[in-house]
């Protein structure tokens, strides 16, 4: 195809149709006639040979052509604007960029005031979106990453991508404070018996320690299928319930949690909590700002918790 007898402006409005499904909203968005942008659409439906909007009553509604376009016009974009912000340097002290991040709620605890903290000092315009993940955002993280620029998660869940090792935790299983397995200490057989609050439960959402479990033939019978690792130990006191946590998170618990930490009976391995990118922003000035902030950000939020007692200080050597 020849881009260049191409209007890349009906990138924009077919963007604005998608996203609105309407022709009306979609010109008020855009600051448009009614008529301009629906010249626009039948440009559009001419090159797709697809009606993209057909209307159903009142409403219109997307064609299943239109459904696969909606999030690659959204990638498309961005690309499209990023190309056109680029910049030869970047002073972090002028910027007004939004930095984009994809996070669980374990890490905002660990590191998320921190990096807000330094931000805020060096790029005072910036703006900082931290955006929970989710199985289905990690299963897509290749293209996901074409428009957020950082993705911070364990190893064990993604790989051929850009990645910065950050910091290392280990993992420890929680149980309420009067189950008889809090004295006693867990077992196997416990393991197997104890019903279990499970986080990012799946056929490819699984916790590395969950996966190790598996492959010692360790199955887990799970009661309560959890996305946010902070709302776990409510989960767990005054039940016979089991979870895995890392052992940071658990040692911020507030006294009288009604939860306490037991070392798992197998060997669950050390968390290597990490920062993915696409490898196409290797090279990015702002992004490579970000990067090492994030970085710097890790470093300080573990020193100070090894001088408060936790020691977190094992990194890994940093990857790409």
Known sequence: MNLASLDLNLLVSLDALLTQRSVTRAAAQMGLSQPALSASLARLRRHFGDELLTRVGNDYRLTPLA????????????????????????????????????????????????????????????????????????????????????????????????????????????????????????????LETLPWVATYHGQTASTPAARQMRQLGIEPRVQVVNEDFLTVPALVAGSDRIALLQRRLVDLLPLGSGVRALPPPFEAGPLVEAMWWHPVYDDDPEHRYLRDVVSRAAELAVSARAREGIDLTDTAPPGK
């Open 67 to 190: 459904v696969q376009l909606r999030e690659l016009v959204r990638v498309a974009l961005a690309g499209v604007e990023r190309v056109f912000t680029a910049q030869p340097g970047f002073d972090p002290a002028s910027s007004s960029r939004e930095f984009s991040v994809l996070v669980s709620d374990y890490v905002v605890v660990v590191l998320g005031d921190t990096l807000a903290a330094l931000l805020a000092e060096e790029a005072p315009r910036t703006r900082l979106r931290l955006t929970p993940h989710s199985p289905a955002v990690v299963d897509s993280a290749h293209q996901v990453l074409l428009t957020t620029d950082l993705l911070l998660l364990p190893h064990g869940f993604v790989s051929d991508l850009s990645h910065r090792d950050l910091y290392r935790d280990e993992w420890v299983c929680v149980v309420a404070t009067d189950n008889p397995v809090a004295e006693r200490g867990l077992t196997v057989e416990d």
